[in-house]
């Protein structure tokens, strides 16, 4: 089974400020997709950026982007210019790329992102 | 167009009543995805819609928990003898497809369910 592991559960950043969100994930597959959700108090989960695992250079999306290391099972999300509306908690999901596979996405615990003016 | 809603948005029921949670899935989509978001936690997967049929339901927690979608879009989800342990955010998420992991996952506003 794969297991998704956000370790830092607060983060805070200065606003115009660049901070990085981290994740880990362990999985037996060779072929898959990472993503970044972000969730903020409305509940809705908005689809921050995605990476396919069998693709070398990192997504990037405007003003956030990611650090993939396929060896090392690391998935980290880089905010740049970073602005009140940030401010929310941002989840690490993985989903199996296998097709006739269930393509539910394992979340990690998330971590709550604060931006100070 | 319309994205996926949820309905009640909040649900306040005793312990040992029944509920019933509604997901309405963006139109065409055929796959549906039900996650429970326990506070603090990230979403946990429940079941999985492929069309009408329930292709894993190995989230469900226990017996007590039942989905449906008779028609391949409405889907209900259904929880009887509710326990407080059964308080959380039920997440609805919709996909054209649940054969391919290429396509993304669209979530409602989820619904917040607290027994008291």
């Known amino acids: 089974a794969q297991t998704v592991t956000q370790s830092q559960p607060e983060m805070s950043v200065q606003e115009a400020e660049t901070v990085t969100l981290s994740c880990t994930y362990d999985?037996?597959?060779?072929?898959?997709?990472l993503f970044w959700y972000k969730q903020p108090p409305s509940r809705q989960m908005i689809l921050v950026i995605r990476?396919?695992?069998?693709?070398?250079q990192n997504a990037t999306e405007n003003r956030f982007s990611v650090n993939f290391q396929k060896a090392a099972k690391s998935f980290s999300l880089k905010i740049s210019d970073s602005q009140l509306g940030d401010a929310a908690m941002y989840f690490c999901?993985?989903?199996?790329?296998?097709?006739?596979?269930?393509?539910?996405?394992?979340f990690g615990k998330g971590i709550t992102l604060s931006v100070r003016p | 167009g319309a994205g996926v809603s949820q309905t009640p948005s909040n649900k306040v029921t005793e312990k040992g009543k029944y509920v019933e949670l509604r997901c309405d899935p963006i139109?065409?989509?055929?796959?549906l995805y039900w996650y429970r978001q326990s506070l603090g936690q990230g979403p946990e997967f429940l079941i999985y819609?492929?069309?009408?049929?329930?292709?894993?339901d190995s989230g469900l927690p226990n017996d007590r928990f039942f989905a449906v979608r008779p028609e391949g879009s409405v889907s209900t989800l259904k929880i009887q003898r509710t326990e407080r342990g059964d308080s959380a955010v039920y997440l609805c998420?919709?996909?054209?497809?649940?054969?391919?992991?290429?396509?993304?996952?669209?979530f409602g506003p989820g619904t917040r369910l607290t027994v008291t």
């Open positions: 998420a919709s996909s054209p497809t649940g054969t391919s992991g290429a396509y993304e996952q669209y």
């Open positions: 999985t037996s597959e060779s072929d898959y997709y």
């Open positions: 990476q396919e695992a069998y693709k070398q």
């Open positions: 999901a993985y989903r199996s790329s296998n097709t006739g596979a269930n393509s539910k996405l394992t």
């Open positions: 139109s065409g989509h055929t796959a």
């Open positions: 819609f492929q069309g009408t049929g329930a292709a894993d």
